[in-house]
C-alpha cells in the first residue's frame, strides 16, 4: 500500500515541477524581450506616480512581474492554511486561485485603459467576424489570447464545474463580453469587436487545454469537503 502510494506521489510531483519549470521559463523569457521598455517605466513606478506607471502598457507590465513574489507569498500562505485543515490537493488549488487573479487582472486592466479620444469620439462597434483579424496583426492577435489565458488555464484546475472545454468556451467569451460591452458603455475610444470576444475565449480554451492534466474532478471537489461531526451517542 505505501509503495503504491510513493508511486502516484511521483508523476505528481514530477508534473508540478514541469508545470513550475515551465512558468519560470515563461517569466524569463518575457523578461528578457521587454526588459528594456520596462525599465523606461521603472523610476516613474517606484516613485508611485499614476500617471507613467499605471496608465501604460510598460507600467502595468512591470508592476505585475514586480508583485510576482507578493503572489507566490499569498499561495503559500492559502496552501499552508489547507494543508492544516487536511484539505487535498492544497497546493494546486492555491495556485490556481492567484494565478487566475494575478494573471488576468492586469490583461483586463489593459484593455480598459482609454484612448486619446475617450469621452470625445462615439463609441465603436464591430459585428462582422474575422473583419478586424487582420488590422490587428499578429501582437494584437497574441494579446487578446493573453487576456484570459490565464482564466482558462487555472479555472477548471480549481473549480471541478468548469472542467469542460464548452464551459472554458462560454467562460472566456462571456467575460470577453462584458469586458467589450464596458468599453462601449464607458466610451473608452476603443472599438467593440466580435473579433475581440472571439480571440479571447480561443486563448482560453488553448490555455486550457494546456493545463488539462490537473483539471480539478468532480471526486476531489467532494473529497475537500470537511468531514461532519459525528452525532452524540444517545
Known amino acids: 500500500m505505501t509503495h503504491n502510494a510513493s508511486q502516484s506521489a511521483t508523476p505528481r510531483r514530477t508534473r508540478g515541477i514541469v508545470l513550475l519549470g ?30 507613467g506607471c499605471f496608465d501604460t502598457f510598460n507600467g502595468v507590465v512591470l508592476m505585475t512581474l514586480v508583485t510576482l513574489p507578493l503572489a507566490a507569498l499569498v499561495a503559500w500562505v492559502l496552501a499552508r492554511r489547507r494543508r492544516a485543515a487536511g484539505v487535498t490537493s492544497a497546493w494546486r488549488t492555491s495556485l490556481a486561485e492567484v494565478g487566475m487573479v494575478h494573471g488576468t487582472v492586469p490583461f483586463v486592466w489593459l484593455t480598459m485603459m ?17 473583419r478586424d483579424l487582420v488590422t490587428m496583426g499578429p501582437l494584437g492577435i497574441v494579446g487578446n489570447l493573453l487576456v484570459f489565458a490565464s482564466l482558462g488555464f487555472f479555472a477548471p484546475m480549481r473549480f471541478a464545474a468548469l472542467a469542460s472545454m464548452p464551459r472554458i468556451l462560454a467562460l472566456g467569451a462571456g467575460c470577453s463580453v462584458l469586458v467589450e460591452t464596458a468599453q462601449y458603455v464607458l466610451g473608452l475610444d476603443r472599438v467593440s469587436s466580435v473579433d475581440d470576444v472571439l480571440v479571447n475565449a480561443g486563448g482560453a480554451v488553448l490555455a486550457a487545454l494546456a493545463s488539462r492534466r490537473w483539471w480539478r474532478t468532480t471526486a476531489e471537489a467532494a473529497s475537500d469537503q470537511p468531514c461532519p461531526a459525528p452525532a452524540p451517542a444517545g
Open 22 to 51: 515551465l512558468v519560470l521559463l515563461g517569466m524569463a523569457s518575457a523578461v528578457f524581450v521587454l526588459w528594456r521598455p520596462l525599465m523606461m517605466s521603472a523610476p516613474t513606478c517606484m516613485a508611485g506616480r499614476w500617471h
Open 114 to 130: 482609454p484612448g486619446a479620444g475617450a469621452g470625445i469620439v462615439p463609441a465603436r462597434v464591430s459585428l462582422v467576424p474575422l
